[in-house]
Protein backbone atom coordinates (compact mmCIF):
# COMPACT_ATOMS: atom_id res chain seq x y z
CA UNK A 1 0.00 0.00 0.00
CA UNK A 2 2.90 2.18 0.90
CA UNK A 3 6.31 2.44 -0.14
CA UNK A 4 9.26 4.77 0.79
CA UNK A 5 12.36 4.03 -1.33
CA UNK A 6 15.77 5.64 -0.70
CA UNK A 7 13.82 8.77 1.06
CA UNK A 8 15.65 11.49 1.51
CA UNK A 9 15.30 14.78 2.99
CA UNK A 10 17.63 17.10 4.04
CA UNK A 11 17.04 19.97 7.57
CA UNK A 12 20.29 21.90 8.92
CA UNK A 13 20.60 19.83 11.33
CA UNK A 14 18.87 16.22 10.73
CA UNK A 15 18.61 13.81 7.64
CA UNK A 16 15.99 11.61 7.25
CA UNK A 17 17.34 8.83 5.18
CA UNK A 18 15.05 5.95 5.09
CA UNK A 19 13.42 3.01 3.04
CA UNK A 20 9.83 1.64 4.49
CA UNK A 21 7.17 -0.70 2.99
CA UNK A 22 3.47 -0.97 4.11
CA UNK A 23 1.64 -4.02 3.56
CA UNK A 24 -2.32 -4.74 2.43
CA UNK A 25 -3.63 -6.42 5.87
CA UNK A 26 -0.75 -5.70 8.01
CA UNK A 27 -0.72 -3.09 11.23
CA UNK A 28 2.92 -1.64 10.61
CA UNK A 29 5.06 0.55 13.66
CA UNK A 30 7.18 3.28 13.69
CA UNK A 31 9.15 3.38 16.66
CA UNK A 32 12.29 5.68 17.96
CA UNK A 33 12.78 8.11 20.29
CA UNK A 34 11.42 12.09 20.18
CA UNK A 35 13.45 13.66 17.26
CA UNK A 36 14.46 10.28 15.77
CA UNK A 37 12.34 11.42 12.45
CA UNK A 38 8.64 9.64 13.15
CA UNK A 39 6.88 12.40 12.25
CA UNK A 40 9.09 13.55 8.95
CA UNK A 41 8.93 10.09 7.75
CA UNK A 42 4.64 10.61 8.26
CA UNK A 43 4.54 14.13 6.70
CA UNK A 44 6.65 12.98 3.63
CA UNK A 45 4.12 9.49 3.51
CA UNK A 46 1.25 12.66 3.26
CA UNK A 47 3.00 15.16 0.69
CA UNK A 48 3.33 17.17 3.58
CA UNK A 49 7.40 17.78 2.97
CA UNK A 50 8.98 16.76 -0.75
CA UNK A 51 11.81 14.53 -0.21
CA UNK A 52 14.88 15.35 -1.46
CA UNK A 53 15.95 11.72 -2.89
CA UNK A 54 14.23 8.72 -3.71
CA UNK A 55 10.60 8.17 -4.34
CA UNK A 56 7.20 7.50 -1.92
CA UNK A 57 4.35 5.59 -3.19
CA UNK A 58 0.74 5.32 -1.80
CA UNK A 59 -1.56 3.37 -3.85
CA UNK A 60 1.17 2.96 -6.70
CA UNK A 61 1.02 6.44 -6.89
CA UNK A 62 3.22 10.02 -5.65
CA UNK A 63 1.48 11.49 -2.75
CA UNK A 64 1.63 14.74 -4.76
CA UNK A 65 -0.34 12.85 -7.41
CA UNK A 66 -2.87 11.56 -4.98
CA UNK A 67 -6.52 12.70 -6.84
CA UNK A 68 -9.08 13.33 -4.05
CA UNK A 69 -10.96 10.06 -4.50
CA UNK A 70 -7.25 8.44 -3.54
CA UNK A 71 -7.38 10.87 -0.22
CA UNK A 72 -10.54 9.87 0.89
CA UNK A 73 -9.19 6.26 0.81
CA UNK A 74 -6.43 7.38 3.89
CA UNK A 75 -7.45 8.31 7.58
CA UNK A 76 -4.90 10.41 9.10
CA UNK A 77 -4.20 11.73 12.42
CA UNK A 78 -1.04 14.00 13.16
CA UNK A 79 0.72 14.73 16.24
CA UNK A 80 1.02 18.11 15.84
CA UNK A 81 -1.76 18.84 13.74
CA UNK A 82 -5.32 18.98 13.35
CA UNK A 83 -8.86 20.41 12.79
CA UNK A 84 -9.39 24.31 13.72
CA UNK A 85 -10.02 24.67 17.26
CA UNK A 86 -12.82 26.80 17.23
CA UNK A 87 -15.04 24.06 15.71
CA UNK A 88 -17.59 21.51 17.88
CA UNK A 89 -17.98 18.03 16.63
CA UNK A 90 -21.75 19.25 15.12
CA UNK A 91 -19.97 22.09 12.98
CA UNK A 92 -17.37 19.14 12.09
CA UNK A 93 -19.97 16.79 10.96
CA UNK A 94 -21.05 18.68 8.23
CA UNK A 95 -17.63 19.31 6.61
CA UNK A 96 -16.56 15.67 6.87
CA UNK A 97 -19.70 14.68 5.13
CA UNK A 98 -18.41 17.34 2.43
CA UNK A 99 -14.77 15.96 2.15
CA UNK A 100 -15.83 12.12 2.16
CA UNK A 101 -18.41 10.38 0.03
CA UNK A 102 -18.24 7.42 2.40
CA UNK A 103 -18.87 9.45 6.03
CA UNK A 104 -21.99 9.05 7.79
CA UNK A 105 -22.90 11.87 10.29
CA UNK A 106 -24.74 9.31 12.26
CA UNK A 107 -22.12 7.00 13.27
CA UNK A 108 -19.94 9.39 13.81
CA UNK A 109 -21.88 11.13 16.67
CA UNK A 110 -22.77 7.50 17.82
CA UNK A 111 -19.22 7.03 18.21
CA UNK A 112 -17.80 10.46 19.65
CA UNK A 113 -20.91 9.99 22.50
CA UNK A 114 -19.64 5.94 22.99
CA UNK A 115 -16.01 8.00 23.81
CA UNK A 116 -17.77 10.64 25.75
CA UNK A 117 -17.05 13.31 23.48
CA UNK A 118 -19.41 16.43 24.05
CA UNK A 119 -21.17 17.42 20.79
CA UNK A 120 -21.55 21.49 21.07
CA UNK A 121 -17.83 21.87 22.98
CA UNK A 122 -15.21 24.15 20.96
CA UNK A 123 -12.44 22.15 20.19
CA UNK A 124 -10.24 24.62 22.12
CA UNK A 125 -11.87 23.16 25.42
CA UNK A 126 -10.40 19.90 24.75
CA UNK A 127 -8.24 18.08 26.53
CA UNK A 128 -5.29 16.07 24.56
CA UNK A 129 -6.68 13.26 25.13
CA UNK A 130 -10.18 14.03 23.98
CA UNK A 131 -8.56 15.85 20.71
CA UNK A 132 -6.69 12.41 20.14
CA UNK A 133 -10.05 10.62 20.27
CA UNK A 134 -11.21 12.86 18.11
CA UNK A 135 -9.10 13.16 15.08
CA UNK A 136 -8.94 8.51 15.78
CA UNK A 137 -12.77 8.78 15.35
CA UNK A 138 -12.68 11.00 12.10
CA UNK A 139 -10.06 9.32 10.86
CA UNK A 140 -11.93 5.73 10.75
CA UNK A 141 -14.96 7.30 10.37
CA UNK A 142 -14.95 6.71 6.12
CA UNK A 143 -13.82 3.52 5.45
CA UNK A 144 -10.48 4.13 4.62
CA UNK A 145 -8.11 1.80 3.16
CA UNK A 146 -4.96 3.19 4.91
CA UNK A 147 -4.70 4.83 8.66
CA UNK A 148 -1.56 6.72 8.86
CA UNK A 149 -1.75 7.45 12.57
CA UNK A 150 1.72 9.90 14.40
CA UNK A 151 1.94 9.41 18.37
CA UNK A 152 -2.15 8.72 17.97
CA UNK A 153 -1.90 7.52 22.05
CA UNK A 154 0.06 10.32 23.04
CA UNK A 155 -2.04 11.68 25.95
CA UNK A 156 -4.36 9.33 26.68
CA UNK A 157 -4.72 7.21 29.86
CA UNK A 158 -4.14 3.57 30.25
CA UNK A 159 -7.89 2.53 29.81
CA UNK A 160 -8.96 4.83 26.90
CA UNK A 161 -5.38 3.60 25.07
CA UNK A 162 -7.32 -0.04 25.60
CA UNK A 163 -10.41 1.16 23.69
CA UNK A 164 -8.34 2.87 21.17
CA UNK A 165 -6.42 0.27 20.28
CA UNK A 166 -9.01 -2.06 20.53
CA UNK A 167 -10.75 -0.23 17.67
CA UNK A 168 -8.09 0.01 15.72
CA UNK A 169 -8.08 -4.47 15.88
CA UNK A 170 -12.02 -4.30 14.76
CA UNK A 171 -11.07 -1.77 11.87
CA UNK A 172 -8.27 -4.26 10.34
CA UNK A 173 -10.99 -7.14 10.74
CA UNK A 174 -11.44 -7.31 7.13
CA UNK A 175 -8.33 -7.84 6.12
CA UNK A 176 -7.69 -5.31 3.30
CA UNK A 177 -6.82 -1.90 5.26
CA UNK A 178 -3.21 -0.93 6.55
CA UNK A 179 -2.44 1.09 9.13
CA UNK A 180 1.10 2.47 9.76
CA UNK A 181 1.27 4.05 13.19
CA UNK A 182 3.95 5.49 15.37
CA UNK A 183 4.17 5.66 19.36
CA UNK A 184 6.86 6.32 21.90
CA UNK A 185 4.41 4.00 24.02
CA UNK A 186 5.90 0.64 22.92
CA UNK A 187 3.61 -2.04 24.92
CA UNK A 188 0.94 -0.26 22.29
CA UNK A 189 2.82 -1.13 19.24
CA UNK A 190 4.20 -4.69 21.13
CA UNK A 191 0.09 -5.58 21.49
CA UNK A 192 -1.11 -4.37 17.97
CA UNK A 193 1.30 -4.35 15.14
CA UNK A 194 2.42 -7.25 12.86
CA UNK A 195 5.79 -5.65 11.98
CA UNK A 196 7.53 -2.77 13.32
CA UNK A 197 10.26 -0.56 12.26
CA UNK A 198 12.80 0.95 14.46
CA UNK A 199 14.25 4.53 13.49
CA UNK A 200 17.31 6.52 15.02
CA UNK A 201 18.75 9.74 13.68
CA UNK A 202 16.62 9.26 10.68
CA UNK A 203 17.46 6.16 9.79
CA UNK A 204 15.71 2.98 10.17
CA UNK A 205 17.87 0.72 12.15
CA UNK A 206 15.89 -1.94 12.35
CA UNK A 207 13.11 -3.68 10.55
CA UNK A 208 11.21 -7.00 12.06
CA UNK A 209 7.72 -8.83 12.68
CA UNK A 210 6.93 -7.70 16.29
CA UNK A 211 7.20 -11.91 17.05
CA UNK A 212 10.27 -11.86 15.91
CA UNK A 213 11.48 -9.23 17.79
CA UNK A 214 9.80 -10.92 20.83
CA UNK A 215 10.61 -14.67 20.26
CA UNK A 216 14.30 -14.01 19.05
CA UNK A 217 15.83 -10.43 20.68
CA UNK A 218 16.90 -11.16 24.23
CA UNK A 219 19.15 -9.62 27.21
CA UNK A 220 21.99 -11.95 28.39
CA UNK A 221 23.03 -10.68 31.84
CA UNK A 222 26.69 -11.87 31.66
CA UNK A 223 29.43 -12.04 34.59
CA UNK A 224 32.76 -10.64 33.12
CA UNK A 225 34.18 -14.28 33.09
CA UNK A 226 30.75 -16.08 31.24
CA UNK A 227 30.89 -12.43 28.84
CA UNK A 228 35.20 -13.40 27.94
CA UNK A 229 34.21 -17.37 26.43
CA UNK A 230 30.76 -16.95 24.85
CA UNK A 231 30.65 -16.73 21.24
CA UNK A 232 29.90 -13.13 20.19
CA UNK A 233 28.85 -14.00 16.92
CA UNK A 234 25.19 -13.28 17.83
CA UNK A 235 25.40 -10.19 20.30
CA UNK A 236 24.40 -7.00 19.06
CA UNK A 237 25.49 -4.90 21.55
CA UNK A 238 27.53 -5.03 24.96
CA UNK A 239 27.34 -3.01 27.21
CA UNK A 240 29.49 -3.03 30.80
CA UNK A 241 27.86 -3.12 34.52
CA UNK A 242 28.07 -3.55 37.94
CA UNK A 243 27.57 -7.14 37.80
CA UNK A 244 29.13 -8.22 34.66
CA UNK A 245 27.90 -7.30 31.19
CA UNK A 246 24.23 -6.60 29.49
CA UNK A 247 24.30 -8.00 26.16
CA UNK A 248 21.62 -7.89 23.40
CA UNK A 249 20.71 -10.61 20.74
CA UNK A 250 18.64 -11.51 18.09
CA UNK A 251 19.35 -15.05 18.37
CA UNK A 252 17.89 -15.42 21.98
CA UNK A 253 17.69 -19.37 21.42
CA UNK A 254 21.17 -20.02 20.57
CA UNK A 255 22.64 -19.02 23.83
CA UNK A 256 19.50 -20.78 25.45
CA UNK A 257 20.93 -23.79 23.87
CA UNK A 258 24.58 -23.79 24.07
CA UNK A 259 25.20 -21.67 27.39
CA UNK A 260 22.26 -22.89 30.08
CA UNK A 261 24.12 -21.15 32.93
CA UNK A 262 23.36 -17.71 31.52
CA UNK A 263 20.80 -15.20 32.44
CA UNK A 264 18.63 -14.32 29.89
CA UNK A 265 15.62 -12.24 29.33
CA UNK A 266 13.05 -12.09 26.45
CA UNK A 267 13.58 -9.07 24.78
CA UNK A 268 10.89 -5.91 24.35
CA UNK A 269 10.86 -3.43 22.18
CA UNK A 270 12.10 -0.64 24.75
CA UNK A 271 15.14 -2.86 25.45
CA UNK A 272 15.88 -3.69 21.98
CA UNK A 273 15.11 -0.31 21.01
CA UNK A 274 17.56 1.56 23.44
CA UNK A 275 20.41 -1.00 22.60
CA UNK A 276 20.34 -0.26 19.34
CA UNK A 277 20.28 3.32 19.27
CA UNK A 278 23.36 3.20 21.35
CA UNK A 279 24.86 0.49 19.17
CA UNK B 1 -14.54 22.19 -2.27
CA UNK B 2 -18.09 21.17 -0.88
CA UNK B 3 -16.14 20.19 2.60
CA UNK B 4 -14.06 23.16 2.78
CA UNK B 5 -16.53 25.50 1.79
CA UNK B 6 -18.58 24.16 5.01
CA UNK B 7 -15.53 23.80 6.86
CA UNK B 8 -14.85 27.55 6.94
CA UNK B 9 -18.47 28.59 6.70
CA UNK B 10 -18.09 26.95 10.03
CA UNK B 11 -15.68 28.91 11.33
CA UNK B 12 -16.73 31.81 10.59
CA UNK B 13 -20.12 30.98 12.17
CA UNK B 14 -17.55 30.04 15.26
CA UNK B 15 -16.93 34.41 15.14
CA UNK B 16 -20.27 35.58 15.25
CA UNK B 17 -19.72 37.74 17.94
CA UNK B 18 -16.91 39.44 15.90
CA UNK B 19 -19.18 40.01 13.33
CA UNK B 20 -21.94 41.18 15.63
CA UNK B 21 -19.04 43.91 16.50
CA UNK B 22 -18.50 45.11 13.84
CA UNK B 23 -21.90 45.92 12.95
CA UNK B 24 -22.50 47.73 15.82
CA UNK B 25 -19.15 49.94 14.36
CA UNK B 26 -20.83 50.43 11.39
CA UNK B 27 -23.82 51.35 13.16
CA UNK B 28 -21.95 53.67 15.25
CA UNK B 29 -20.04 54.96 12.62
CA UNK B 30 -23.05 55.23 9.83
CA UNK B 31 -24.64 57.57 12.87
CA UNK B 32 -21.45 59.95 13.32
CA UNK B 33 -19.75 60.19 10.17
CA UNK B 34 -22.63 59.11 7.63
CA UNK B 35 -22.41 56.01 5.09
CA UNK B 36 -19.77 57.37 2.82
CA UNK B 37 -17.44 56.56 5.50
CA UNK B 38 -19.32 53.75 7.50
CA UNK B 39 -19.95 51.34 4.51
CA UNK B 40 -16.01 51.28 3.11
CA UNK B 41 -14.11 50.94 6.04
CA UNK B 42 -16.23 48.53 7.50
CA UNK B 43 -16.14 46.23 4.23
CA UNK B 44 -12.26 46.77 4.75
CA UNK B 45 -12.36 45.75 7.77
CA UNK B 46 -14.36 42.81 6.98
CA UNK B 47 -11.72 41.89 4.05
CA UNK B 48 -8.85 41.88 6.34
CA UNK B 49 -10.62 39.92 9.26
CA UNK B 50 -11.91 36.99 6.11
CA UNK B 51 -7.67 36.88 4.70
CA UNK B 52 -6.91 36.66 8.41
CA UNK B 53 -9.17 33.86 9.26
CA UNK B 54 -7.14 31.46 7.74
CA UNK B 55 -5.46 28.17 8.75
CA UNK B 56 -2.44 28.74 10.61
CA UNK B 57 0.63 26.09 9.32
CA UNK B 58 -0.85 23.89 12.23
CA UNK B 59 -3.74 23.47 11.30
CA UNK B 60 -2.99 23.74 6.87
CA UNK B 61 -0.83 20.87 7.70
CA UNK B 62 -4.29 18.79 8.50
CA UNK B 63 -6.28 20.42 5.71
CA UNK B 64 -3.84 18.94 2.85
CA UNK B 65 -4.25 15.07 4.36
CA UNK B 66 -7.95 15.65 4.29
CA UNK B 67 -9.27 14.67 0.19
CA UNK B 68 -8.62 18.32 -0.80
CA UNK B 69 -5.58 19.52 -3.62
CA UNK B 70 -3.57 22.59 -2.67
CA UNK B 71 -5.10 24.04 -6.54
CA UNK B 72 -8.30 23.47 -4.40
CA UNK B 73 -7.46 25.17 -1.20
CA UNK B 74 -6.23 28.42 -2.85
CA UNK B 75 -9.13 28.57 -4.93
CA UNK B 76 -11.65 28.22 -2.54
CA UNK B 77 -10.03 30.70 -0.12
CA UNK B 78 -9.94 33.08 -2.70
CA UNK B 79 -13.74 32.35 -3.55
CA UNK B 80 -14.46 32.40 0.29
CA UNK B 81 -12.88 35.48 0.84
CA UNK B 82 -14.42 37.23 -1.95
CA UNK B 83 -17.61 35.60 -0.93
CA UNK B 84 -17.70 36.66 2.51
CA UNK B 85 -16.73 40.12 2.29
CA UNK B 86 -19.44 40.42 -0.74
CA UNK B 87 -22.03 39.23 1.24
CA UNK B 88 -20.75 41.74 4.78
CA UNK B 89 -20.52 44.48 2.57
CA UNK B 90 -23.87 44.08 1.06
CA UNK B 91 -25.63 43.73 5.07
CA UNK B 92 -23.61 46.77 6.33
CA UNK B 93 -24.42 48.93 3.66
CA UNK B 94 -28.07 47.82 3.87
CA UNK B 95 -28.20 47.92 7.73
CA UNK B 96 -26.37 51.30 7.64
CA UNK B 97 -28.39 53.01 5.10
CA UNK B 98 -31.76 51.91 7.04
CA UNK B 99 -29.74 53.59 10.18
CA UNK B 100 -28.70 56.59 7.88
CA UNK B 101 -32.72 57.08 7.15
CA UNK B 102 -33.99 56.60 10.46
CA UNK B 103 -31.79 59.34 11.88
CA UNK B 104 -32.50 61.85 9.42
CA UNK B 105 -29.50 61.26 7.25
CA UNK B 106 -29.52 62.00 3.25
CA UNK B 107 -29.41 59.54 0.56
CA UNK B 108 -29.59 60.77 -2.86
CA UNK B 109 -30.87 57.33 -3.86
CA UNK B 110 -29.60 53.61 -5.34
CA UNK B 111 -27.30 55.51 -7.61
CA UNK B 112 -25.39 56.30 -4.32
CA UNK B 113 -25.84 53.21 -2.38
CA UNK B 114 -24.62 51.30 -5.19
CA UNK B 115 -21.75 53.92 -5.71
CA UNK B 116 -20.40 53.12 -2.10
CA UNK B 117 -21.10 49.75 -2.16
CA UNK B 118 -18.51 49.85 -5.88
CA UNK B 119 -15.94 51.65 -4.00
CA UNK B 120 -15.97 49.56 -0.38
CA UNK B 121 -16.09 46.33 -2.59
CA UNK B 122 -12.74 47.45 -4.66
CA UNK B 123 -10.88 48.12 -1.85
CA UNK B 124 -11.50 44.53 0.07
CA UNK B 125 -10.61 43.22 -3.07
CA UNK B 126 -7.29 44.74 -3.16
CA UNK B 127 -7.32 43.96 0.84
CA UNK B 128 -8.07 40.15 0.23
CA UNK B 129 -5.87 39.95 -3.35
CA UNK B 130 -2.92 41.82 -1.59
CA UNK B 131 -3.07 40.19 1.97
CA UNK B 132 -3.65 36.29 0.82
CA UNK B 133 -0.08 35.92 -0.46
CA UNK B 134 0.96 37.50 2.13
CA UNK B 135 0.04 35.85 4.94
CA UNK B 136 0.74 32.75 2.98
CA UNK B 137 4.12 33.08 2.73
CA UNK B 138 4.85 34.62 5.87
CA UNK B 139 1.86 33.24 8.64
CA UNK B 140 -1.02 34.99 9.98
CA UNK B 141 1.18 37.55 12.51
CA UNK B 142 4.08 38.49 10.74
CA UNK B 143 2.12 38.90 7.46
CA UNK B 144 0.16 41.54 9.06
CA UNK B 145 3.42 43.24 9.99
CA UNK B 146 4.73 42.67 6.87
CA UNK B 147 1.70 43.84 4.66
CA UNK B 148 1.85 47.21 6.73
CA UNK B 149 5.34 47.79 6.11
CA UNK B 150 5.18 46.95 2.88
CA UNK B 151 2.36 49.40 2.32
CA UNK B 152 3.42 52.15 4.16
CA UNK B 153 7.36 51.78 2.52
CA UNK B 154 5.32 51.62 -1.08
CA UNK B 155 3.14 54.36 -0.96
CA UNK B 156 6.62 56.58 -0.16
CA UNK B 157 8.77 55.01 -2.16
CA UNK B 158 6.29 55.71 -4.87
CA UNK B 159 5.58 59.19 -4.13
CA UNK B 160 9.36 59.78 -4.01
CA UNK B 161 10.10 58.04 -7.64
CA UNK B 162 7.21 59.96 -9.11
CA UNK B 163 8.45 63.29 -7.18
CA UNK B 164 11.73 62.76 -8.94
CA UNK B 165 10.78 61.96 -12.09
CA UNK B 166 7.37 64.11 -12.38
CA UNK B 167 7.61 67.03 -9.92
CA UNK B 168 4.61 68.37 -11.70
CA UNK B 169 2.55 65.03 -11.56
CA UNK B 170 0.22 66.42 -9.64
CA UNK B 171 -1.12 68.82 -12.47
CA UNK B 172 -0.31 66.22 -15.46
CA UNK B 173 -3.57 64.00 -13.51
CA UNK B 174 -5.31 67.29 -13.43
CA UNK B 175 -5.04 67.87 -16.82
CA UNK B 176 -5.86 63.76 -17.37
CA UNK B 177 -9.04 63.78 -15.20
CA UNK B 178 -10.50 66.75 -16.83
CA UNK B 179 -9.41 65.83 -20.55
CA UNK B 180 -12.82 65.73 -22.35
CA UNK B 181 -11.86 63.60 -24.97
CA UNK B 182 -11.48 60.40 -22.67
CA UNK B 183 -15.05 58.45 -23.09
CA UNK B 184 -16.26 58.06 -18.88
CA UNK B 185 -16.26 53.91 -19.70
CA UNK B 186 -12.38 53.79 -19.85
CA UNK B 187 -11.43 54.41 -16.44
CA UNK B 188 -13.52 51.97 -15.67
CA UNK B 189 -12.36 49.51 -18.43
CA UNK B 190 -8.84 50.20 -17.39
CA UNK B 191 -9.88 49.94 -13.31
CA UNK B 192 -11.56 46.08 -14.67
CA UNK B 193 -8.84 45.31 -16.30
CA UNK B 194 -6.47 45.54 -13.93
CA UNK B 195 -8.37 44.08 -11.20
CA UNK B 196 -8.80 40.88 -13.07
CA UNK B 197 -4.58 41.62 -14.05
CA UNK B 198 -3.71 42.16 -10.26
CA UNK B 199 -6.04 39.24 -9.17
CA UNK B 200 -4.48 36.78 -11.51
CA UNK B 201 -1.19 37.78 -10.46
CA UNK B 202 -1.96 37.29 -6.61
CA UNK B 203 -3.76 34.21 -7.13
CA UNK B 204 -0.72 32.83 -9.17
CA UNK B 205 1.83 33.78 -6.48
CA UNK B 206 -0.22 32.12 -3.90
CA UNK B 207 -0.95 28.80 -5.78
CA UNK B 208 2.87 28.62 -6.23
CA UNK B 209 3.66 29.56 -2.40
CA UNK B 210 0.84 26.80 -1.42
CA UNK B 211 2.10 24.19 -3.35
CA UNK B 212 5.77 24.59 -2.35
CA UNK B 213 4.64 25.17 1.08
CA UNK B 214 6.50 22.24 3.38
CA UNK B 215 5.22 21.13 7.09
Same mark, same amino acid.
Not at chain 2, 141 to 152: D, E, K, P, Q, S
Given at each position: MVKLNNVKKNYKDFQ??? +????????????VGRNGAGKSTTFKAMMGLIKPDEGSIEIFGKSPDMLSVSDKQKI????SDSGFRNAHTINDLVPALKGFYSDFSGSDFKEMCRRFELPLNKKLSE? +??GMNRKLHILAAISHNAQLLILDEPTSGLDAIVRDEILGILRGYMEN??????ISSHISSDLERLCDDLYMIEKGKIILHEDVDVILDNYGLLKLTSEQFERIDKKYIIRSKKESFGYECLTDKMQFYRENYPEVTIERGNIDEVMINLAKA | MKGLIIYDIKTMKSSRLFLLMIFMVATLTTVTNGLTFSVPYMTMFMAFSAANTLDSDNTMAYVFTLPVSRETYVKEKYIFTMLFMLAGSLAIGVVSAVICLATGGIISGMAEFWMIETVSLAGGYVIIIYMLPIIWKWGN????????????GGFFGVMALVKSLAPDWERQVMVLKNAADIPKAVPIIIGVLAAVLLGAVSYGISLRIIKNKEF
Open positions: LDC +SMEIKKGQITGLGVVMF +STGERSIV | TNGRTIAVLLVV
